[in-house]
Each structure stands twice: as C-alpha cells, then as structure tokens.
C-alpha cells in the first residue's frame, strides 16, 4: 500500500511515526514537505523574546530515518483528490491513500499596512526577524493584533502579550511601555472559561489592555496607529501581528476546500474522496487549529490506515480532545484541557499555572523529538 503524506508538522510526522511503529518496512510512506526543517510553534517566541538560539529549535528532516518511511523535501505542486496523484517539484507520485497535512498559509499582506508599518510573529521569518527588533525596542505603546479568523494556535497572543510585560519589566522598560492586546475572541480561550479568568486576571494584574472582540482590519504606519474593526484606533510604537490565514493554493485550485478550508468527516477526517484524508490546520473539523489537535487527528487517520490493511473493524472516531500549555509570565505555565464534539459546546478546564508545569511544558517537547527525529532534546536552553 502505497501511503503519501503532504506536510511535515505535527500531523505528518506523528502519522508517519505510528505506521512505521506498526508495519515497520512495510509501511510504505513518502513525507513530502517543502521545508527542510521543523520548528515548535513555542519554539518560535522563545526565539523572538530571546529565551533560545534558532540553531537550538531547528530540527532538520533529514534526522527522520524510519523503517518504512521515506522523506522528500519538493513544493507541492499540483493534486489530483479524485486519483490521489500528488505532482511536487522532484517527481510524481500515485497513493493508495494520500493524506493531506499542509497547514495554513500565512498572509501578511493581506492586511493593509502590515508588511509597512508592523511586524508579525507568527511564521518562523518573522519570529527569528524579531528577536533583533525586541533588542532595540526602548519601550513604548505594544499592541498585539488579531488580523483574522480562524487563526492558528489561539491563545498564543496572550502568551504574547504576557511574555511581552515580562521582556519590558526585565529591561527596564516597563514605566516607559503599555502593551495591548485586540483579539477577535470575547474571551482570551472561549473553550475554557477557567483559563480565560487565569488569563484576564494575568492581564490585569500587569496592567496589559484586552480588547476582546475585534480584529485589526489595518495598519496606518504614517500616524502608527492600528485601525479596528468598530472604527476604533490604537496608537503603536511597536505592532506585533497575527497575520490573515488561508489554505494553501494547491488545495483550494484542487477543489478540495469549502469556505476556504477542507471539510472532512469529523470522526474519520476523511474528505469526500475516498482514501483522502485532511488532518491539522488545512481541514475543517470543529477544532483549533493547533499541533496538539493536529496529532491527535493523525492518530485517528492511523488507525483507520490500520484497519484498512489489517481487514478490521474500523475504530472508534475522533474525540476532539487536546491538552495544550500556556505561558502566562513569570516563568510559570498553566495546561488547558478541552474537548471539542460535535453539536455540543465545547468544555475545558485548566490546571496551574505553577513551575512545575514548565517543565512539563519542555518534556512534552523533548518526548516529541525522540519519537519523530530519533535523538534527545531538551526545550529549554540554559
């Protein structure tokens, strides 16, 4: 059986992982990504706010030797859902069942005045580009902006904001700064009501600005003023932004999306082409759009490939749950527990935030990176 997976985050590498485990040799998989390397997405604003070396968080593919696994670094350039032909940049290839992983692409010029007049943190360029600028901040108005939704990874803009009032208190720059924070989301993690009092009360005790329920819908880098969805502004000396996401090119000129996402069983995540699947940040099945869903949405995948090549029984479907920690300064880390199930509203619950988390925090990194690339890695960098 032929298996081909498109992308190589947490969905594809977790995929890859288990049918290795499983079938060994036999696995029959080709990882195809355009990038040569994986990156946290926490690993990204430890980078930014100087806390690690982008050669400590980079993870090369090449490390990725598996039974059964063969990796390919090529752009996707064109897919055939109905054939399961998938043509990239170094060869074609023909799956029995192809698995689509390719995330969401970030658009920052789709959001006027961005690319001119702010800076945004949320692709690997722009995250390492602004560990320089953070260096040379000497204070001032910081807001931190939503520009769209749905966006990848939703409470990582508190975490923003939080670790923010942290870089300026350490700095000395905290009498001379303010920093705010404009989110589409009523609450910072909607899922969650006890996180998102852990959240407000981390804000107000610091003093940072929550303005729930808008989006920045521009940039006016002559005045450096952010300009809101009501008509409101924000003045800035520094505008950190989440830009606009959409699903890669090749998927939608596949025909493969709805309303801009792929829609997919939410219990099997399969498309409507049989022996396609869409898992992570590119399908739309109810979830955030995070790496903690995105690998429990492969393990599904897994065991459906699984039963499909043993002649079993299907398994049990999606759960919808993921567990996902959350910086909120001060060197302590809270986990948020939620569920996500079809028809019901979501529920969540949240533990710490203490120390003792943290360091939860990095083995859930470090147990990752044994299982995906095969070598030890601590998270935190002395």
């Known amino acids: 059986m032929r298996i081909v997976i498109l992308g190589a985050g947490f969905a594809g590498l977790e995929l890859a992982t288990l049918l290795s485990e499983e079938f060994g040799e036999d696995a029959g998989v080709v990882l195809i990504d355009q990038s040569d390397r994986f990156i946290f997405g926490f690993s990204k604003l430890d980078v930014m706010f100087g806390r690690a070396s982008p050669d400590h968080v980079v993870h090369r593919y090449a490390d990725v030797v ?28 023909e799956a029995d069942i192809l698995v689509v992983a390719l995330g969401a692409d970030l658009d920052p010029a789709a959001t006027p005045g961005l690319v001119e007049g702010g800076h945004e943190f949320y692709t690997v360029a722009g995250a390492f580009a602004l560990r320089g600028v953070l260096e040379r901040f000497a204070g001032g108005k910081v807001v931190v ?11 990582a803009p508190s975490e923003t904001a939080l670790l923010m009032h942290d870089f300026l208190q350490a700095r000395d720059l905290g009498q001379a700064s303010e920093v705010s924070l404009v989110m589409p989301l009523g609450v910072p993690i909607p899922p969650s ?14 003093g940072i600005h929550w303005h729930g329920g808008q989006l920045v819908r521009a940039l006016d880098p002559a005045r450096q003023v952010a300009l809101l ?65 995105s690998e429990g949405q492969a393990t599904v995948v897994a065991a459906q490939i699984s039963a499909r090549r043993r002649g079993s029984a299907a398994p049990s479907g999606y759960d919808g749950r993921g567990i996902c920690y959350l910086e909120v300064g001060h060197d302590l880390v809270a986990k948020v527990d939620v569920t996500f199930v079809p028809g019901q509203s ?37």
């Open 193 to 206: 009501p006890p996180a998102s009092q852990v959240v407000l009360a981390a804000f107000e005790a610091r």
């Open 346 to 382: 979501p529920a969540g619950d949240i533990e710490g935030p203490s120390a003792g988390l943290a360091a939860d925090k990095a083995a859930f990194g470090s147990e990752r990176i044994r299982r995906w690339f095969g070598r030890s890695w601590q998270a935190t960098q002395p």
């Open 229 to 293: 969805g009501d008509g409101g502004e924000l003045p800035y000396d520094l505008f950190l932004g989440v830009p606009v996401h959409r699903a890669p090119a090749v998927v939608v000129e596949a025909g493969m999306t709805v309303d801009g996402w792929i829609p997919v069983d939410p219990a099997t995540l399969q498309t409507r082409y049989p022996g396609v699947y869409a898992v992570g940040d590119v399908a739309s099945v109810g979830t955030p759009k995070a790496g903690v869903f």
């Open 66 to 93: 598996k039974p059964g696994v063969r990796f390919v670094q090529s752009a996707v350039r064109s897919l055939d859902p109905a054939a399961r032909l998938v043509v990239t940049e170094a060869e074609t290839f």
């Open 145 to 155: 902006g939503v520009t769209s939704t749905p966006f990848k990874c939703p409470p």
